[in-house]
């Protein structure tokens, strides 16, 4: 692995020189470029990433009854390729221990990966309500199911997830990694938690739903948030900016 992220950083050096702009999807990646001495700090434009907020927010949630879910069941779920990137282990395994203090609890994973049949394995062995939907193109509608939004990646470039979860008004719990604590005001917006720590991420699902009055409030900062500075127009508008410059106005 070493000699393959050797290779690339050597590419991306090389293509570099041959580019007028390179967009940084996220403050992380504008470190990381500048830290790797990619290309020269004036190359490198920062755009964050964004999303259709609107998209999000019409979505019609899939009635739990079809899914096989209690009204009153108490869902967890993430959004994400079943991959080592994405940690769905250590979904499956935190939610086992969010079971154990939650018995109500239900889990969903939109998504599919080759890690799909580990994790509906122990789920079975350990008496858990998983839906796994396999690909879909209705993720939103599944969102809109869940009570807590998981994002649990070892690695992300930007973790959009984290927005369309704060767009759909769901409490987030994700990981400290690169660019996540950049969209993530632990204690404010929404919790961080240790990269593959199942009982981290169980003490902060468990708190979110011992404390509803706080985590009523972390949705509404979230929310507002992803309204100033994650809508998808911004994003369009800076490309725009960015390439009117690039063509001196023309």
């Not at 993430?78 to 109500?104: C, T, Y």
Request: glycine fraction near 6%; include cysteine; charge should be negative.
């Amino acid at each position: 692995m070493k000699l393959k992220g050797f290779v690339y950083l050597m590419m991306e050096r090389c293509l570099a020189r041959f580019t007028d702009r390179i967009v940084c999807i996220s403050e992380a990646e504008e470190r990381s470029a500048k830290r790797e001495r990619i290309a020269s700090e004036n190359k490198l434009e920062l755009i964050p990433n964004g999303i259709d907020i609107a998209a999000v927010q019409r979505a019609t949630p899939i009635a739990r009854s079809d899914l096989g879910i209690a009204d009153d069941a108490f869902v967890v779920g993430m959004i994400g390729r079943l991959s080592p990137q994405k940690a769905p282990d250590v979904f499956i395994h935190a939610a086992k221990l969010v079971h154990d203090s939650i018995r109500n609890s239900a889990f969903i994973i939109v998504g599919d990966g080759e890690e799909r049949d580990a994790v509906e394995c122990f789920a079975r062995d350990n008496g858990l309500s998983l839906v796994v939907t396999g690909w879909t193109d209705q993720p939103y509608s599944y969102l809109k199911v869940f009570d807590v939004a998981l994002l649990l990646s070892r690695w992300e470039g930007f973790g959009l997830a984290v927005v369309e979860y704060m767009a759909a008004g769901k409490n987030v719990v994700a990981s400290r990694t690169d660019a996540i604590p950049t969209l993530v005001d632990d204690g404010v917006d929404g919790l961080l938690v240790e990269v593959d720590n199942p009982e981290d991420v169980r003490d902060k699902v468990v708190w979110l739903h011992s404390h509803k009055v706080e985590a009523m409030e972390m949705r509404r900062k979230a929310l507002e948030k992803v309204m100033a500075k994650y809508d998808i127009s911004r994003v369009v508008d800076q490309h725009v900016e960015m390439f009117n410059k690039l063509v001196g106005g023309k």
